[in-house]
């Protein structure tokens, strides 16, 4: 139950927690103008983007030639323990430091165009509602999660009921209900709203775009019944020559290429959540994040964010589960490369958002590259 609104004005006390770590927003001025002369310009990022596979070489070529800045204006350099679990008061290394300022300064560029949303009630009815029942709450620790579906969200939401008390532990083994014992910022009033929106602590996590659609193809197509029935057999008679009519169609057999076209005729706005791009369903033009952390380093990045929330020392991220299979560099190779070049041009533009905000470089599936 979200609190009373007298209840707003005693903030909770986060003191000296606050001004230990590096926030997404929280840069000091002096750390900005020293990292200034090592960091790409918005126009450069946008000619790296644009070329693919330079973005990496050329970061880690930064990285390796700078010297490193004091992110808290004190002397000290912030290290992160190296250990998953264990709890450290300065849990951000260098290089994550640099990428969170240098996606800082992209999305702040692209987000100051006329045409896009600058706060959430400039969003068109359809795209706030997407965006607040996306976006969870904990007032305890005066945070807010937008989640992000096959981003280890359900993982985020076991940490959630364990923080709220609903869970024992983030181990206790139970399906996951994702809506139970969860409070999402679409339940709460207008004024409740902007009032999280301005003083508790915002992050989403994302992942490579086209390893989280193949992901959630994999998942929904080849293990969950209900999307079979639901997506497969529409997907199947709308693309596959001759079974428009077919009454014996299951949809467990759904090709991913047949699954493209169907994201191809799909509007953005109205896609499943689970391959609906990141962009629209977390709105980072409307609701500035305090911390966007990236899936390739989960475990490092979930660390800091319960240690700048003031979790408790003995609540950490999930380990993953065994019978977990990921998505590894090759198979999403194999699969990009398997597909229709044409349909991959396609579909790109309707990520592109998630690719140029969130600093992931378009897939490489030249002719050369694919013979790998």
Known sequence: MAPRRQEYGAARSVGARNSSVLGFRTVSSGSVRRGSAVLPSVLTFLV??????????????????????????????????????????????????????????????????????????????????????????????RFLYCYVPKVACSNWKRVLKVLSGALESVGVNIKMDHRSDLLFLSSLKPDEIRYRLRHYFKFMFVREPMERLLSAYRNKFGEIESYQKKYGVEIVKRYRKGRAKDTSITGDDVTFAEFVRYLLDEDVERMNEHWMPM??????????????????????????????????????????????????TETLHYYLCSLPQKLLRELLPKYILDFSLFLYPLPNTTTEHCRH
């Open 48 to 141: 790296i983007v644009a070329s693919g596979g330079l973005l990496l070489m050329i970061e880690k070529g930064m990285l390796n030639s700078m010297q490193t800045p004091s992110p808290r204006g004190n002397g000290q350099r912030l290290r992160f323990s190296g250990q998953v679990g264990k709890h450290d008061a300065a849990a951000v290394d260098v290089e994550s430091q640099i990428l969170q300022e240098i996606r800082n300064r992209t999305i702040r560029s692209m987000c100051r165009q006329k045409n896009m949303p600058h706060s959430i009630w400039s969003l068109s009815p359809l795209q706030r509602k997407t965006l607040l029942q996306h976006i969870l709450v904990n007032d305890e620790y």
């Open 279 to 328: 962009y629209n369903l977390c709105q980072p033009c409307a609701v500035s994040y305090d911390f966007i952390g990236s899936y390739e380093h989960l475990e490092r990045d979930a660390e800091f964010v319960l240690q700048r929330v003031g979790a408790p020392s003995d609540v950490h991220f999930p380990e993953r589960q065994t019978w977990y299979k990921p998505v590894t």
